[in-house]
């Protein structure tokens, strides 16, 4: 099944407000084998509305709205609607004397216009609003439910109820997420369309790219599960050098459990990661049980004072340099260490030395490893990426 | 100007992504008067953008795309567009020789479905994508950019001053943000509603709720920037002490501004922070002036050995006291300190120190004050509440 989502209202247009009932709603209809095929915002202008339901009606199996179904005269969903379905709009019963019950208990009037809020298009399947006044109704392939949060998600279960067993659903959909680090998107891709050629009738494929890598992900229903770890295992076999974490987690869930496991303690040194490493592993609960202490040595002087680098070493390899990191290795304590240090820009760049040139060490118990890199972007893209690689490498050797 | 958004990407559709890009889009849309009369979200299929494209081109004056201009086959924007346009793609020499240059720096093998990328259809303005490989290009009333935020956002301020000369655009608008933390958003609209209740004609008024702060925003036609002056010192006066920055400034700019201007160095100890403070103060270029290095002292062991904090204080009054961050903040050798800890959950909360629970130390020069907070929510919102927090109470002292 094919659903398209439309949220009514000019405030979710001026990009001060961030949606998040469509994103409920999507995940919803996700869970129950309903494909989205696309959402808009309109504002509330009835000929809008009209005109993207004729828009959306006909390539979907089923249109539905969120907002607009107050009492103001700019809550114009219902009327659009019933326009364009060529239907009435009439009070619900129910609703109308639930209306009645709940001012009453608030102490409040009731207005002509709040009456508009409990109509429907005549012959409407109706859902009860607890929290709210205004009822969620479908009929025709269209459903509508208001806008508050509270209410949508007071609402939307019972018309799932009513969707599943109308529709006789009950896929149920299996994701698995496979995320990747130090690998291009394209290399990537070849590699993985590969294996993946011969399942492409019987799951969904996705590369998403984001912040904290890149990740493959594998859509299908759950009795297909066999297949989905099929390719999850070839793609283990070929690119697991890659592979820094799956599902939800994050590289630095998978480096914290890992030391957790092996029982080693961390510490870092950081200069121009400036604390975002230490910031990452903190982000994970229980990181305290390996993480000991992280020195954002920022000033030359710190990097000698906290971490014993010499004076003469910053003064003849320079602070950013193989020499430097690696003294900063050496004045760490504990079993495992990064140290890094690089020029995040946008100043401070030399000929040898551009900007996002990063020196990153690891050492694990007696073995040193440093690396010079150089990342592309801006101060806080060289930054965020020079701090996933350093984790990144250090993953490689645990 | 009418302006529709139109946001490419199966992944926005599966409901597991907020969508960002779309209200920064607005945002700096509406700064420069432009009105936003609609967004949709579509999935990578060529023949769905051209057929939402034919939907909205008549009735807007800009098209503006984000997605899909990456060098997988899931990357339909470009070709959808010369295609609806019925223009051929050209490849951009400039991007060309960049990408060529990157690919190098990174040494990664350039595909030919990398070429791609780099392409544009023929006779765009091409807008140079600093921090990644595809180009931003506008034709014929759309532009086009990548979904990729940090890209996004590099690109867009060009293509809007290239926006701004073409249909000349914000001669007159003006806007003022006022940045404010530490005090709750009913006060402050309550303390401000009684500020502009004469100005309401004049000027549009805005508040926005962001991580870093409550935004105050005022818009309005250049000329009347005296107005606009005039609320800010009548708000100036009223509120000073939970205003944090001015339009694009974050508190972290404004500390390390002062710093310098005050000629004082910075330190911080850090530990349920882990590491954030120091990496919001390093995200200013020019940090270095004043940041001499921060200690993520995140076991009692790095608390005593790095800062000097007495094992019989941390046994006696517990990692999270005021005792312990009075000691930590004597660690740290610089005219001015920060000392974090806390407990950030979900686990460690007690009775008496529950989950959210932080305590936070500022140094200057022989004054140290030190207070107990609480903070709600998950453990990244407490680590970063607690941040922003520590930064105004330093804030303050400066």
Redesign the interface.
Known sequence: MRAYIILVGTEL????????N??????E??KIGI?????????DDID?IID?LK?VYN?SDIVIFSGGLGPTIDDVTRDAISKFLNIKNEIDGFHYDKMIEKFKLRNIKIFEKNKKEVMVPTGSEVFYNEPGIAPGFYINKIAAFPGVPIELKNLFPKFLSFLKEKYSLNKEVYIKDILFWGI????L??EILDIIKNYENEIIF????K?YGIIF?M?TEKHKIDLVNEIKNKIDNKLSGYIIGEDNERIETNVINKLIKQNKRI??G?S????????K???V????KV?????????N??KH??LNVKKETIKKYGAVSKETVYEMLKGL?TEIGIAVSGI????GGTKEKPV?TVYIGIKKDDIYNIKKH?F??????I?ERASLTALFELLKLL
């Not at 609960?285 to 305290?288: F, V, Y």
């Not at 993480?291 to 000033?299: A, C, D, K, R």
């Open positions: 247009l001026s990009g001060m407000m961030i949606d998040t469509s994103i409920y709603i999507a995940e209809l996700n494909t989205i095929i696309g959402k808009s915002v309109v504002s809008e993207l828009y390539k291009a998107e394209s290399i891709e070849n996705e590369f998403l790219v912040d992900r859509q510490s870092l950081e121009c990661t400036g604390g975002l490493i230490a910031s592993l903190v982000s609960s229980g990181a305290s993480f000991t202490e992280g020195i954002v040595v920022y000033s002087e710190a004072e906290r304590k995040a820009g946008p100043n996002g150089h592309n972007g801006n101060r806080e893209k930054r």
